[in-house]
């Protein structure tokens, strides 16, 4: 079975300041897809990052970046320079072929930006 | 263009009632997904179709849920005699099928049973 653990239901972090959220994840597959989402109050949800397990190099989207640790099953997103409209439930998810392209989440982390 | 869109966004119903969510996926999108989202959790998967064919319903939690997308677009995800613990935000997911893997998101639709 494929599992997502995030070990922080909440984080807080001041504006413009960078904080890091964490994930790891189970699997016996090698080949597979590690994706961030953001869900704000508005509750859409919304791709933030993703990584593609075969690459060694870490993804980077603009303020947000990973650090992929694949020995460690580990996947990590880094928020830098923090803003108000960073505040939402971050969601990290797993996907692999082997189970038909279904997303499985983890439980998700609170983060607040505070001014 | 336009993303996912849910209707109803939400919904009430009475126990033992039931209920039809309709998802309507971004043009051209093979693969549809459905996911329950219970309240402070993470959103938990539910079915797969690409095209009309559902190719996975592992995620329907009992034989009351029943989903179809009869002409490859459109899908309705039914419960038949809602319980309470069918109270839940429904997401609905589209994808293209190709190498981006992505799915985009719908608002959903939170159910409510009283």
């Known amino acids: 079975a494929q599992t997502v653990t995030q070990s922080q239901p909440e984080m807080s972090v001041q504006e413009a300041e960078t904080v890091t959220l964490s994930c790891t994840y189970d699997?016996?597959?090698?080949?597979?897809?590690l994706f961030w989402y953001k869900q704000p109050p508005s509750r859409q949800m919304i791709l933030v990052i993703r990584q593609e397990a075969y690459k060694q190099q870490n993804a980077t989207e603009n303020r947000f970046s990973v650090n992929f640790q694949k020995a460690a099953k580990s996947f990590s997103l880094k928020i830098s320079d923090s803003q108000l409209g960073d505040t939402a439930m971050y969601f990290c998810?797993?996907?692999?072929?082997?189970?038909?392209?279904?997303?499985?989440f983890g439980a998700g982390t609170i983060l607040r930006v505070k001014s | 263009g336009a993303g996912v869109s849910q209707s109803p966004r939400y919904k009430v119903a009475k126990r033992g009632q039931d209920v039809a969510l309709r998802c309507d996926p971004i043009?051209?999108?093979?693969?549809l997904f459905w996911y329950q989202q219970a309240l402070g959790q993470g959103p938990e998967f539910l079915t797969y179709f690409q095209n009309e064919a559902q190719l996975d319903k592992s995620g329907l939690p009992s034989d009351r849920f029943f989903a179809e997308r009869p002409e490859g677009s459109v899908s309705t995800l039914k419960i038949q005699r809602t319980q309470q613990e069918d109270s839940a935000v429904y997401l609905c997911?589209?994808?293209?099928?190709?190498?981006?893997?992505?799915?985009?998101f719908g608002p959903g639709t939170r159910l409510t049973v009283t």
């Open positions: 997911a589209s994808s293209y099928y190709g190498t981006t893997y992505e799915q985009y």
């Open positions: 699997t016996s597959e090698n080949n597979y897809y």
């Open positions: 998810a797993f996907m692999t072929m082997e189970y038909g392209n279904k997303l499985v």
């Open positions: 043009s051209g999108h093979v693969s």
